[in-house]
């Protein structure tokens, strides 16, 4: 468990009032993080389980949505990580993904990931928080076609294993009632590949999380390879933690935290 992240918390907390100040209009009155608050958000009494608390840099804009939160990267050109709330009500819905385009967020600077950065690039534009989950919502799904939500991705991971992973969470949230989830992208070594004018970052792989509060807490872990024919690693969250320097699901009492984040096993899901 990354306890010693926590250390950083305060950072976190701050960038992530002010954005949701500057979001408000876009978030449900019983989730809105109110502009007063800046400087006195906490992570842990506000009982946000699916933010990940961590060391958040300079190039870091964490940015409030209907649907999830991310935290976008400025250098890589997407986020470090997207975090949502999945219940069962918002994986039916009527706001399909028919007719939606892929568009710029005007929220953050230029540089910034475009559409042409995309094109003839050899990888999808492969959504994070999926559109498969915003159906319930018609601007919390076009919010999800936003470039701060997206990594080059696969095509093959995109349409088959990472796609087929979507679907299975929202089996859980039907199951369940609820599931938290957090993902993003992940760099492994110096050499990262870029594409498009404006160098967006290809990565390596991928990570999931995912979290069923419930009577009796579990949590599991998946890890992808950017490539065709990864089938994905169930693992705990701790090795996913110890991987990515984010402290995952920190509201929950640190007993249950531990156990549940120290042990992976599909077959209990």
């Keep these: 468990m990354m306890k010693y992240v926590r250390l950083f918390l305060p950072a976190?907390?701050?960038?992530?009032a002010i954005s949701c100040s500057k979001r408000?209009?876009?978030?449900?009155?019983?989730?809105?993080?109110?502009s007063t608050l800046v400087g006195t958000?906490?992570?842990?009494?506000?009982?946000?389980l699916e933010i990940p608390v961590y060391e958040a840099g300079k190039e870091n804009k964490i940015l409030r949505r209907k649907g999830y939160t991310t935290s976008y990267n400025r250098?890589?050109?997407?986020?470090?990580?997207?975090?949502?709330?999945?219940?069962?009500?918002?994986?039916?819905?009527?706001?399909?993904?028919?007719?939606?385009?892929f568009h710029e967020d005007?929220?953050?600077?230029?540089?910034?990931?475009?559409?042409?950065?995309?094109?003839?690039s050899g990888y999808d534009r492969g959504h994070m928080c999926p559109?498969?989950?915003?159906?319930?919502?018609?601007?919390?799904?076009?919010?999800?076609?936003l470039f701060t939500n997206v990594c080059p991705q696969n095509h093959f991971l995109n349409k088959e294993e990472w796609n087929d992973?979507?679907?299975?969470?929202?089996?859980?949230?039907?199951?369940?009632?609820?599931?938290?989830?957090?993902?993003?992208?992940?760099?492994?070594?110096?050499?990262?590949?870029?594409?498009g004018r404006n160098k967006v970052h290809v990565p390596t792989g991928f990570f999931k999380v995912v979290l069923a509060k419930g009577k009796k807490p579990k949590a599991i872990g998946y890890i992808f390879e950017n490539r065709r024919g990864s089938q994905g690693r169930v693992c705990t969250v701790d090795e996913i933690e110890d991987l990515t320097g984010m402290d995952f699901f920190s509201?929950?009492?640190?007993?249950?935290?531990?156990?549940v984040e120290a042990y992976a096993n599909i077959r209990q899901w």
């Design 41 to 48: 958000v906490d992570v842990m009494t506000k009982g946000w």
């Design 106 to 120: 005007m929220e953050v600077s230029a540089p910034r990931a475009t559409d042409n950065d995309y094109f003839r």
């Design 24 to 34: 408000a209009k876009t978030v449900d009155d019983d989730e809105e993080v109110a």
């Design 131 to 145: 559109s498969g989950d915003n159906k319930w919502d018609a601007e919390a799904q076009e919010q999800s076609f």
């Design 165 to 195: 992973l979507e679907i299975q969470c929202r089996r859980w949230a039907r199951r369940y009632g609820e599931v938290y989830i957090a993902c993003g992208p992940l760099f492994e070594g110096d050499d990262i590949k870029k594409i």
């Design 75 to 101: 250098r890589t050109k997407q986020p470090d990580w997207v975090a949502w709330r999945l219940t069962k009500q918002h994986t039916y819905g009527d706001n399909r993904r028919d007719f939606m385009e």
């Design 251 to 259: 509201p929950l009492d640190d007993k249950i935290e531990e156990q």
């Design 12 to 16: 976190v907390i701050l960038l992530l």
